[in-house]
């Protein structure tokens, strides 16, 4: 493997931004000095006036693969990741088959090792029938126990309380929930129908999907997780009133935090406002909300309460969500080529410093989930980077899109940032804007979160 030198970099280092090179010697960061001389043979980045900073570590992705390669593959949003400055990801179960056996794992595990340009991990999921595959399952080998107490694509419900408490009870390592009550989203479905037959307004949708169902699963979850001793990760917070019930947990060391949240990308950076403009192209679970809701999340992020940022970056084919009729759109949206932009955006706007939002991205998301020598840009740590130029603004096109379904809500949209070079545990997979990066050379992530 070449080795790189990053040179007169604008690092974010633990200590915050300082003016830098680093060496990179195989998969790791072997030096970080004012300055270091280049080594016969090593490949040269000039990062001056560019921004160095962690790849991007993305916990809650849907890559599609297996079964609904129409939609994606590990491939194809792997290298869309890549041009986004995400180095890592972790892929949800919800797939065909389902990831909820052993053998499934590894079964994606390989496809991943084969497809991936970046490095991958996965989520364990639960269902009414598998207890026992979560009780053997390696805790190393996975990101956490995926348990969707509202509704998902594929067979992996779990809404019976005797069987989740038994889920929480015997999880390995750490649960993570997809927290929205059924009964209360099907009450409100049957009424928006009634009302509107096949017509119901997308703006809607956080009113069907609303704050009630939010909460009140989201309260079940952490009073399994207290009667259990289970270590939990709130996935995709989206209201006020969820943070204002989740910041009394909010209380020491991340890694060994008993209850922790999530905030995603939609729900940071749209509101209600959108879904006149982008209609079902904004449908996800759970519903983009309120712009009080998205203000609260930010403020929310910059106090601790919520602890990382993912995308929950869910690509449907094009012909499922451009649809007027509000019951057939699919839910779910393409993020995770755009997050480190927003992510910025809001810095520019200064909703949130840049070391805030880059934090609850990297180091945070490696801490919660305990992910080994990665997130932190550090001697003897993996060289997870992103190089990104932040000289001047652009407006996504379609063409910019390169996740396999084609089309983004960030289409349109204007950002000041954009990456430049991509490297993953040591390869190059980005270079000038451009891919460079060779399947088979990402690296399966292991986590050290066991309970």
């Known amino acids: 493997?070449?080795?790189?030198?990053?040179?007169?970099?604008?690092?974010?280092?633990?200590?915050?931004?300082?003016?830098?090179?680093?060496?990179?010697?195989?998969?790791y960061i072997a030096q970080i000095a004012p300055e270091i001389a280049v080594p016969a043979g090593a490949t040269v980045i000039d990062c001056s006036g560019k921004l160095v900073i962690p790849g991007l570590i993305d916990a809650h992705v849907h890559f599609r693969q297996p079964g609904m390669e129409q939609k994606a593959t590990?491939?194809?949003?792997?290298?869309?990741?890549?041009?986004?400055?995400?180095?890592?990801?972790?892929?949800?179960?919800?797939?065909?088959?389902?990831?909820?056996?052993?053998?499934?794992?590894?079964?994606?595990?390989?496809?991943?090792?084969?497809?991936?340009?970046?490095?991958?991990?996965?989520?364990?999921?639960?269902?009414?029938?598998?207890l026992e595959e979560i009780k053997r399952v390696d805790p190393h080998e996975i990101a956490s126990i995926k348990v969707y107490m509202g509704s998902?694509?594929?067979?992996?419900?779990?809404?019976?309380?005797?069987?989740?408490?038994?889920?929480?009870?015997?999880?390995?390592?750490?649960?993570?929930?997809?927290?929205?009550?059924?009964?209360?989203?099907?009450?409100?479905?049957?009424?928006?129908?009634?009302?509107?037959?096949?017509?119901?307004?997308?703006?809607?949708?956080?009113?069907?999907?609303?704050?009630?169902?939010?909460?009140?699963?989201?309260?079940?979850?952490?009073?399994?997780?207290?009667?259990?001793?289970?270590?939990?990760?709130v996935a995709h917070v989206s209201t006020r009133d969820e943070v204002d019930y989740l910041k009394q947990f909010a209380t020491g060391p991340l890694a060994t935090r008993q209850i922790s949240c999530e905030v995603c990308i939609p729900h940071l950076f749209f509101n209600?406002?959108?879904?006149?403009?982008?209609?079902?192209?904004?449908?996800?679970?759970?519903?983009?909300?309120?712009?009080?809701?998205?203000?609260?999340?930010?403020?929310?992020?910059?106090a601790g309460i919520i602890t990382t940022i993912g995308t929950d970056h869910a690509p449907h084919e094009l012909a499922v969500k451009n649809s007027s009729d509000y019951l057939k759109v699919a839910s779910g949206l393409p993020s995770v080529q755009f997050s480190l932009n927003v992510i910025f955006e809001l810095a520019r706007r200064h909703e949130l410093s840049l070391e805030e939002g880059l934090k609850a991205a990297t180091c945070n998301v490696a801490a919660r989930f305990g992910v080994e020598k990665r997130g932190t840009l550090k001697e003897g740590?993996?060289?997870?980077?992103?190089?990104?130029?932040?000289?001047?603004?652009?407006?996504?096109?379609?063409?910019?899109?390169?996740?396999?379904?084609?089309?983004?809500?960030?289409?349109?949209?204007?950002f000041s940032s954009r990456v430049t070079h991509t490297i993953a545990s040591g390869h190059l997979v980005v270079a000038d804007g451009k891919l460079v990066g060779e399947p088979g050379q990402a690296q399966a992530l292991r986590f050290n979160n066991a309970r």
């Not at 493997?1 to 060496?23: C, Y």
């Open 272 to 302: 209600e406002s959108d879904y006149g403009r982008l209609q079902g192209f904004l449908k996800c679970n759970p519903a983009v909300k309120y712009e009080f809701d998205r203000l609260s999340l930010i403020r929310a992020l910059r």
């Open 152 to 233: 998902t694509t594929g067979n992996l419900l779990v809404d019976d309380n005797h069987e989740l408490h038994q889920v929480f009870k015997h999880a390995p390592t750490l649960v993570m929930t997809h927290c929205e009550d059924n009964a209360i989203v099907n009450a409100n479905t049957q009424r928006a129908k009634e009302q509107y037959g096949s017509a119901i307004p997308f703006d809607l949708h956080p009113i069907i999907r609303n704050r009630d169902c939010c909460l009140k699963s989201t309260q079940l979850a952490v009073e399994l997780a207290l009667a259990t001793g289970a270590r939990l990760h």
């Open 381 to 414: 740590f993996f060289a997870d980077i992103a190089v990104l130029d932040t000289s001047s603004r652009y407006t996504v096109t379609p063409e910019d899109v390169a996740s396999l379904c084609g089309w983004s809500p960030m289409v349109g949209q204007s």
């Open 1 to 27: 493997m070449t080795q790189i030198v990053l040179k007169q970099a604008t690092a974010l280092l633990e200590n915050g931004f300082r003016h830098v090179d680093l060496l990179i010697d195989g998969p």
């Open 74 to 130: 590990i491939a194809s949003e792997s290298r869309a990741a890549a041009l986004g400055g995400v180095t890592s990801f972790m892929d949800m179960p919800n797939t065909f088959p389902a990831t909820t056996t052993i053998a499934a794992l590894h079964d994606k595990m390989a496809l991943a090792a084969r497809d991936s340009v970046i490095n991958y991990g996965f989520h364990l999921g639960a269902s009414h029938d598998n």
